[in-house]
């Protein structure tokens, strides 16, 4: 490799470095800001206002759309609770530790659980009461502020596919993974609100808090593998194949 390649290569690093660190702090004021605003109870006409658009006019009660849909968001909600995300990140460990890399799966977990840990403070630190507005769609058991799900999915979905996308060589599939993760974690978070239990801006501020973490999770694994703490994927070492 010549000396522009390696330079142009260094240069694309250093940008895409940036971007990301740009990112988790955009990701951070953007909490912040939103917690603030919330405190202050300045996001009070915005919450009430999203919150009976997705309810039907003259009935509080009753949520927009056929009953067939209010159950399909029930079953995207479920996709942000603790067992589906626990299940899923037991899978993606179990993968990962088949495929030899055991210090990669305990990061992979510690990101999960690291996630799940910051809600539970959060949520206590400000806790925020569950709106009132509207009858709640879904049992609810914590605080408001920030959504749990929200920012739980958000930070699961997103690291794995993160992580996961730097043992693929194809553009594509990478990309496509992260799409599948962000979709996820929409459908989530508006589930939440159409369900009632949350107010838009617990949502917000879970997915900042959420997709925050998740970048930051994949720069630390980055980190660790570039000094040699956790193991490098067959496509970054240009290993085609491993022999299991």
Not at 39 to 46: L, R, Y
Not at 104 to 120: D, H, I
Request: net charge negative; glycine share 12%; charged share 15%.
């Amino acid at each position: 490799m010549n000396s522009g390649n390696i330079l142009s290569r260094l240069g694309k690093r250093e940008l895409s470095f940036m971007a990301v660190v740009f990112a988790i702090l955009a990701c951070g004021w953007g909490f912040v800001e939103l917690a603030d605003e919330v405190v202050e109870g300045s996001t009070a006409e915005f919450d009430e206002t999203i919150l009976l658009a997705m309810r039907s006019a003259g009935d509080v009660s009753d949520p927009l759309g056929p009953g067939w849909f209010e159950e399909v968001m029930r079953d995207l909600t479920a996709l942000g609770g603790n067992v589906v995300l626990t299940l899923v990140t037991l899978t993606v460990v179990g993968y990962v530790l088949l495929c030899g890399y055991r210090r990669l799966a305990f990061v992979v977990l510690l990101a999960s659980l690291g996630g799940l840990g910051m809600n539970t403070l959060m949520k206590n630190s400000f806790e925020r009461d569950r709106p009132e507005l509207v009858p709640h769609g879904s049992q609810v058991y914590t605080a408001s502020f920030p959504s749990g799900h929200s920012m739980v999915a958000a930070s699961t979905y997103l690291t794995l596919a993160v992580l996961m996308a730097r043992a693929e060589r194809r553009r594509r599939i990478k990309v496509y993974g992260i799409i599948v993760a962000m979709v996820l974690t929409a459908l989530v978070g508006i589930s939440r609100v159409y369900l009632g239990v949350h107010w838009p801006t617990d949502v917000l501020a879970g997915w900042a808090a959420g997709a925050g973490w998740a970048m930051a999770c994949g720069l630390i694994a980055l980190w660790l593998q570039r000094h040699g703490q956790v193991e490098v994927s067959p496509v970054e070492s240009g290993v085609d194949e491993v022999a299991g």
